[in-house]
């Protein structure tokens, strides 16, 4: 059994910054692509980044040169640096990842269970 746990979130004034954790457990054999994505109050779940195993990544625009992907993977985590955080930032932050489970011969989509992250003064 895989579970993504997320963990960093919390409440922050403009500008400021949080970092996002996830962890990745269980009896896993590799992971390819580690995301986040996030979900404002009414809206539709948004891709916020992503980084695959070889270490390329992708960001929404509009995170852009304020946000920052990693990951170690002897760890099997993944972070997101957030700078600048702007009260749009306000959201749940979830994890998500593609994972071979040891036996297996195929990657299988997992979520987190999300972490809040409220950018207010």
């Known amino acids: 059994h895989v579970q993504l746990v997320e963990s960093g979130g919390g409440l922050v004034q403009p500008g400021g910054s949080l970092r996002l954790s996830c962890v990745a457990s269980g009896s896993i054999s590799s992971i390819n692509a580690m995301r986040w994505y996030r979900q404002a109050p009414g809206k539709q779940r948004d891709l916020v980044a992503s980084?695959?195993?070889?270490?390329?990544?992708t960001y929404a625009d509009s995170v852009k040169g304020r946000f920052t992907i990693s990951r170690d993977n002897a760890k099997n985590t993944v972070y997101l640096q957030m700078n600048i955080l702007k009260p749009e930032d306000t959201a749940d932050y979830y994890c998500n990842a593609d994972v071979m489970k040891a036996g297996n011969y195929h990657y299988t989509n997992y979520w987190g269970q999300g972490t809040q992250v409220t950018v207010s003064s």
């Open positions: 980084i695959f195993a070889s270490g390329t990544t």
